[in-house]
């Protein structure tokens, strides 16, 4: 493997080693946070907020990792073989994810509800930006398709919507009982998203060639699903056994 295919397989990487395991700590004390609310069990009084620390964490985790994936595509794709090109573009992209990271940061300090909602759609807003780029494959981008609706890319952003919005109303959560059912229907959706994160991930793992092999397997007819030579190979490859 070359330096740009393990900048590739980076992003799933940390899915699996950090996001994933936090993904399951937090779902686990969000269960005992509510188990001591609603049933009254002896749990410790920090349960609550451990929730909401992790799962801050979670979001930070989650939103650096789709920044980490759409960075590693449009840097290996435009700028890899050329670094000298594109010099405007390149830095209008570095300021937007430095204004994306600022934002996601002041997210984690303000206090009012209208600067948690607004640090919260520019945080998503930098993310949207970069992932318009045309070196990030979306699959589709017609809401009518079912591969928009599965698309690794779509629900990637869809989960970092609601996470961010998940982090933007906490304080209200702990204050009324409608807050929090929405805060519940907001992480059941999530968790959704994450299964189809996981699917979807695995497939393009399978689906995306190492740097070396791209050459000649984009020279495949994806839709007849045939590559230049395979009938020749094949049959260079057939045994025939005599007969008698």
């Known amino acids: 493997m070359e330096l740009v295919d393990w900048l590739w397989i980076l992003h799933p990487a940390l899915a699996v080693v950090f996001v994933y395991p936090l993904l399951g700590v937090v779902a686990r004390s969000g269960g005992q946070t509510r188990h001591r609310r609603v049933d009254r069990a002896k749990l410790p009084p920090t ?6 620390d992790l799962g801050k964490w979670l979001t930070t985790g989650v939103v650096s990792l789709v920044l980490v994936a759409i960075t590693v595509s449009i840097v290996t794709k435009s700028f890899w073989a050329d670094p000298g090109q594109q010099m ?7 300021l937007v994810l430095a204004g994306t990271v600022a934002s996601l ?5 303000v206090q009012q509800r209208w600067q948690r909602i607004l640090f919260a759609l520019l945080t998503w807003a930098g993310v949207l930006g970069l992932g318009a780029q045309p070196e990030v494959w979306r699959v589709s981008d017609d809401p009518r398709t079912l591969a928009f609706w599965t698309a690794h890319y779509w629900t990637g952003v869809g989960l970092v ?4 919005f998940a982090m933007a109303i906490r304080p209200e959560i702990t204050r009324r009982l409608a807050w929090r059912r929405v ?6 959706a999530a968790a959704i998203l994450f299964m189809v994160q996981g699917i979807s991930g695995s497939k393009d793992l399978l689906e995306i060639p190492l740097s070396w092999q791209q050459p000649a397997i984009y ?5 007849a699903r045939r590559c230049p030579g395979a009938e020749q190979a094949s049959l260079g490859t057939t045994v025939i056994h005599p007969v008698g």
Do not use: E, I, Y
Request: neutral net charge; charged residues 10%.
């Open 105 to 109: 940061l002041v997210l984690w300090c």
């Open 219 to 223: 020279q495949c007819d994806f839709n």
């Open 161 to 164: 919507a609601l996470l961010l």
């Open 183 to 188: 805060h519940l229907a907001t992480v059941m």
């Open 88 to 94: 405007l573009r390149a830095w209008s992209l570095v």
């Open 47 to 52: 349960v609550g907020r451990d929730h909401q």
